[in-house]
């Protein structure tokens, strides 16, 4: 998992993945309307459709974005010969106190 702020690159959020060999969950907070984002980026792979890789000005601010209006989008960082899927994970977000469910039970 990697924390970031929203103006930091794309290119280096994403491209972390790379060090560990494996997907990346992305949290971050939205400061308007103050809501945590995350998105899961998988790791490269050679039998995905290829993409263009991301504009370096690209900020990971603006993944979510993009997340939201396509679900699943394809990405590539300059760090990687293949492109990569990216997708939101819904928050939580309760409309209230008494729609909870899976209380604890004495």
């Known amino acids: 998992m990697v924390t970031t702020s929203a103006k930091e690159s794309a290119q280096d959020i994403v491209g972390l993945s790379s060090m560990h060999a494996r997907a990346v969950l992305v949290a971050r907070i939205d400061p308007q309307p103050s809501e945590l984002k995350l998105i899961q980026a998988s790791m490269p792979n050679q039998a995905l459709k290829p993409v263009e890789v991301e504009a370096e000005g690209t900020r990971i601010g603006s993944l979510p974005q993009r997340t939201v209006h396509e679900r ?35």
């Open 72 to 106: 699943l989008t394809a990405l590539r960082v300059k760090y990687w010969e293949h492109g990569a899927m990216a997708h939101p994970i819904p928050g939580f977000q309760p409309t209230s106190a008494s729609t909870l469910t899976g209380r604890l039970r004495s």
